[in-house]
Nanobody
Framework: VQLQASGGGLVQPGGSLRLSCAAS????????MAWYRQAPGKQRELVAA???????NLADSLKGRFTISRDNAKNTGYLQMNSLKPEDTAVYYC???????????????WGRGTLVTVSS
């Protein structure tokens, strides 16, 4: 099972980006998909999470600008980031709790990060 994050890049302040996180391999269920970020010199922090039934949790400081969603048919999660600020610059990591089979114990998986740079 793998997670592949994509969609990062360089964007100007006020711009938008959409990150994707695709899960591949033998997957029975993705219980939770989440995004974390780690800015230079700072600890990794939770950005947003979404459960299999669509319930979401978003960091208070990002409400109104970021939105998390998922397409269960595609085993893919998304992070829509609008009105980006320089302080949003970070490596963004996708994370998921997944079961490979119906009898499997839900397990955390991490994807490789994608760099988002907000700069003029």
């Amino acid at each position: 099972v793998q997670l592949q994050a994509s969609g990062g890049g360089l964007v100007q302040p006020g711009g938008s980006l959409r990150l994707s996180c695709a899960a591949s391999g033998s997957i029975f269920n993705i219980n939770v998909m989440a995004w974390y970020r780690q800015a230079p010199g700072k600890q990794r922090e939770l950005v947003a999470a979404i459960t299999s039934d669509g319930s979401t949790n978003l960091a208070d400081s990002l409400k109104g600008r970021f939105t998390i969603s998922r397409d269960n048919a595609k085993n893919t999660g998304y992070l829509q980031m609008n009105s980006l600020k320089p302080e949003d610059t970070a490596v963004y990591y996708c994370n998921a709790v997944m079961q490979q089979f119906s009898t499997s114990t839900p397990t955390w998986y991490w994807g490789r990060g994608t760099l988002v740079t907000v700069s003029s």
